[in-house]
């Protein structure tokens, strides 16, 4: 039996300590302050009993949970990162503990009139009667993804606690800079030597993921032609009427806001400019790999268009790709999709198998050579002040872990 106040205390623990990542820091960690819960994971490994404890230069931890059993089983591993967004800010989390949740709206924060509420948030309906972890209302919770590290942290102790229980060898990994696209770029596929692993780090229960979004990122650079307004006829080109025209001409329902399931969409993320200079950054995301290059295919046509109909070089489109649908290297291994699903169909939770509509560690992790789906951490509502996650969700994310361990010596 999972002990619930352990896993609330660890997971507050965690939660506490501020490991915000940054997007415009070269280095790795992104953050200094990320080593401070990475080094706490590390010592805790060891005091715990795990083996070949290891913490690298980037804050890249890995772990083992050797196998108790005599004849040969797949090494597994279970995978988590400790960072949290920049959307929102991770410092001074005071996280709410709910008992009981009676289904009506929390009150996060009563003098800032911060209010959870099921009718904006319907998934909450579900939890009625559960045992809630909220923010206060000014931070996001960090449940993505030390949720997801407790519930891997909270298996293994079982299982070490637990010697009957036979398992094979077990690989344990937190990464540093998952939310800013880098989780993976350092991480030692061939030291970490699972047959695969599984990321920690979906949101609700039951959740079992193997697709993903193609994804790439797009920098629109306009240029336009700053003259005295008050002279400026056949003269001046704006570049903000430019980047306005640029807008315009994408499909206008194509937009996370419109979309959902296996649509795609782009998506713009920021927009700085003046009459000469105008930068516009976009994300491009879709699951199709024929529908992810007509999307950035578009974005080079317009500004072919653009600069065509004002006979100039206007507009620069640069575009990058950073990861790609990991269901092309799922598919080939689906056993371990299904030993998921059966683990948690013993633990009496119906899977929910849908595609991410964002992007995971497991999904570079695979093109690396390291075959990883995606399993639920319990939370709802990340990256933000209405962030929570259910108490029995987590409990049951451990019992799905120690359930795959158990079923794999059987494979």
């Known amino acids: 039996?999972?002990?619930?106040?352990?896993?609330?205390?660890?997971?507050?623990?965690?939660?506490?300590i501020d490991t915000e990542s940054d997007p415009n820091s070269d280095t790795c960690p992104s953050t200094k302050k990320q080593w401070d819960l990475a080094n706490k994971l590390a010592n805790e490994l060891k005091e715990m009993g795990m083996s070949d404890v290891s913490i690298d230069d980037n804050a890249y931890i890995m772990a083992t949970l050797p196998t108790n059993v005599n004849h040969e089983v797949p090494i597994i591993g279970f995978i988590s990162h400790f960072d949290t967004t920049p959307d929102f800010t991770g410092a001074n989390v005071s996280p709410q503990i709910i008992e009981n949740y009676d289904g009506k709206d929390i009150v996060l924060n009563e003098e800032l009139d911060i209010i959870l509420s099921p009718k904006e948030f319907d998934d909450l309906k579900q939890y009625k009667g559960k045992t809630l972890i909220t923010t206060d209302g000014t931070t996001l919770l960090g449940a993505d993804d030390k949720a997801g590290i407790t519930e891997i942290m909270e298996a293994m102790k079982y299982l070490l606690e637990h010697p009957e229980i036979k398992h094979g060898t077990i690989r344990v990994g937190f990464?540093?800079?998952?939310?800013?696209?880098?989780?993976a770029h350092l991480f030692d596929v061939q030291k970490f030597g699972a047959d695969w692993a599984y990321t920690m780090?979906?949101?609700?229960?039951?959740?079992?993921?193997?697709?993903n979004f193609n994804a790439a990122g797009a920098k629109v650079h306009i240029k336009g032609k700053i003259v005295h307004p008050g002279y400026a006829k056949g003269k001046m080109i704006n570049s903000m009427y430019i980047a306005q025209e640029f807008i315009d001409s994408l499909p206008k329902m194509e937009t996370p806001e419109h979309t959902e399931g296996y649509e795609g969409f782009f998506h713009l993320t920021d927009i700085n400019g003046n009459v000469d200079v105008t930068h516009l950054e976009y994300i491009i995301r879709d699951h199709d790999k024929g529908h992810f290059a007509a999307r950035k295919n578009m974005f080079e046509q317009l500004a072919y268009d653009i600069n065509s109909k004002y006979q100039k070089e206007l507009v620069n489109v640069e575009i990058a790709d950073q990861y790609y649908n990991m269901r092309e290297k799922i598919e080939p291994v689906m056993h371990i999709?299904?030993?998921?699903?059966?683990?948690?169909?013993?633990?009496?939770?119906?899977?929910?198998?849908?595609?991410?509509?964002?992007g995971t560690d497991g999904s570079q992790l695979s093109y690396k050579g390291l075959?990883?789906?995606?399993?639920?951490?319990?939370?709802?509502?990340?990256h933000g002040r209405y962030e929570y996650v259910?108490?029995?969700?987590?409990?049951k994310a451990v019992e799905v872990i120690v359930n795959i361990a158990k079923e794999a010596v059987k494979l």
């Open 1 to 16: 039996m999972i002990d619930k106040e352990q896993l609330i205390n660890r997971f507050i623990s965690y939660v506490t």
């Open 175 to 183: 990464t540093p800079d998952e939310e800013i696209g880098r989780g």
């Open 201 to 211: 780090d979906g949101s609700q229960i039951g959740e079992l993921e193997y697709e």
């Open 337 to 358: 999709v299904d030993l998921a699903e059966k683990a948690m169909q013993i633990a009496n939770i119906k899977p929910i198998i849908k595609p991410i509509r964002g």
């Open 371 to 382: 075959p990883c789906p995606n399993i639920f951490a319990g939370g709802h509502n990340f």
């Open 390 to 395: 259910p108490v029995e969700s987590m409990v």
